[in-house]
């Protein structure tokens, strides 16, 4: 039998789903309220819906959706800046496939690219280095988007054109990280939450160690888990078990075929080499400190932002949007009244609804019939 074969055993979610029913009840009699548990995760956001545990769930407990999608935390003026880039002459955009349809205030790359913008999409940095490397005429700047797990790989790409000798590549990293947000919640008195469902990706780099302040500062328990629906269903089952208990809370590793306490070390010593934190703004929650890595002074000739400086207009958020709101928890997609009305998959209003990984992107396509009827 295959590792996963076990996560994905009907017999097994079903039976596990049944404890969770049971153990969701007396959190609700011991809260006075059901439980409401956050998932910061887009990976988890779209098994979450594909399964319909939210829906099969709602009337034990409440699950919502955080910043956990790095394509929709990217802020309205990061976006714009992406245009202006593309915008210059002899430049090209390289970025993954996402952000090209993401709305920035006045436009999106996607409707750059038709008015005649040279944008292209790679599924690597590497890949963008090559082209650089190939079309020496041309200035490369590609869009580093993305936590702790992508970020390496950008990091190597400026390596690799370093070696290369390259004076036409650059990157412009908009690049987060996930701690910082989770503090900014945990410290937020109108966020109403009881447990975190914490991503595998990232923690895969980062390590479970770095979530221990969620608990001893935040006092709420917190998870690790991974994609598969068993994994998301006994990750609930943990959470509530500690939210019953009157043991401390605690961060467990519910991953633990991928994730090590301390994470990938060598990935980790790649970020610490290329970049360092600088406090960065998130859609919907404004700046974080400390919560975004750029490139460190010795490679500054890879800056994009030192390298061409782009003139870039206050940002303007669409009317009625409410992606900021949503990956905040504060409502999910059936409350913003743009969702799939005005804001549909072939148009998005907001981030959320372009992603794969977006909440309003996985609600429009799994649960919008649920919610409806």
């Given at each position: 039998?295959?590792?996963?074969?076990?996560?994905?055993?009907?017999?097994?979610?079903?039976?596990?789903?049944?404890?969770?029913?049971?153990?969701?009840?007396?959190?609700?009699?011991?809260?006075?309220?059901?439980?409401?548990?956050?998932?910061?995760?887009?990976?988890?956001?779209?098994?979450?819906?594909?399964?319909g545990l939210r829906s099969l769930l709602e009337e034990k407990l409440k699950l919502r959706s955080?910043?956990?999608?790095?394509?929709?935390?990217?802020?309205?003026?990061?976006?714009?800046?992406?245009?202006?880039?593309?915008?210059?002459?002899?430049?090209?955009?390289?970025t993954f496939g996402d952000m090209?349809?993401?709305?920035?205030?006045r436009t999106s790359l996607e409707r750059e690219k038709a008015r005649g913008a040279d944008v292209r999409v790679f599924y690597s940095p590497a890949d963008a280095v090559k082209w650089a490397k190939e079309n020496p005429e041309r200035q490369m700047v590609f869009l580093g988007v993305g936590f702790e797990t992508t970020a390496p790989a950008v990091a190597l790409s400026v390596a690799q054109?370093?070696?290369?000798?390259?004076?036409?590549?650059?990157?412009?990293?908009?690049?987060?990280?996930?701690?910082?947000a989770l503090a900014a919640l945990g410290s937020d008195p109108e966020m109403k939450l009881d447990g975190l469902i914490l991503p595998g990706h990232v923690s895969a780099i980062i390590g479970?160690?770095?979530?221990?302040?969620?608990?001893?500062?935040?006092?709420?328990?917190?998870?690790?888990?991974?994609?598969?629906?068993?994994?998301?269903?006994?990750?609930?089952?943990?959470?509530?078990?500690?939210?019953?208990?009157?043991?401390?809370?605690?961060?467990?590793?519910?991953?633990?075929?991928?994730?090590?306490?301390?994470?990938?070390?060598?990935?980790?010593?790649?970020?610490?080499?290329?970049?360092?934190?600088?406090d960065v703004s998130w859609r919907g929650f404004g700046t974080i400190p400390g919560s975004g890595m750029e490139l460190k002074p010795e490679y500054r000739e890879f800056?994009?932002?030192?390298?061409?400086?782009?003139?870039?207009?206050?940002?303007?958020?669409?009317?009625?949007?409410?992606?900021?709101d949503l990956l905040k928890g504060k409502l999910t997609p059936r409350d913003c009244r743009l969702f799939a009305t005005a804001c549909t998959p072939s148009h998005p209003v907001g981030p959320c609804m372009v992603s794969s990984e977006g909440a309003c992107a996985a609600f429009y396509q799994y649960e919008r019939r649920t919610a409806a009827g």
């Open positions: 039998m295959h590792i996963l074969d076990r996560f994905r055993d009907p017999e097994l979610g079903r039976a596990l789903l049944e404890k969770v029913i049971a153990l969701a009840d007396r959190a609700r009699d011991k809260l006075g309220r059901p439980p409401v548990f956050m998932e910061v995760c887009g990976t988890h956001t779209v098994a979450i819906s594909k399964a955080g910043p956990g999608c790095p394509v929709c935390v990217t802020d309205y003026g990061d976006i714009d800046a992406m245009v202006a880039f593309g915008r210059l002459p002899g430049v090209t955009v390289g090209v349809r993401v709305p920035g205030s054109a370093k070696a290369l000798g390259l004076k036409n590549y650059s990157v412009f990293t908009v690049h987060k990280v996930v701690p910082p479970r160690r770095a979530y221990d302040f969620i608990a001893e500062e935040y006092g709420l328990p917190s998870v690790i888990t991974g994609f598969e629906t068993l994994d998301i269903v006994d990750a609930l089952y943990n959470l509530l078990q500690q939210l019953i208990s009157d043991d401390p809370p605690r961060v467990v590793n519910g991953y633990t075929r991928v994730v090590r306490e301390e994470g990938n070390v060598r990935a980790q010593e790649t970020l610490d080499r290329f970049f360092q934190i600088a800056d994009a932002r030192a390298r061409f400086a782009p003139e870039v207009a206050a940002p303007r958020i669409p009317q009625g949007c409410r992606c900021g």
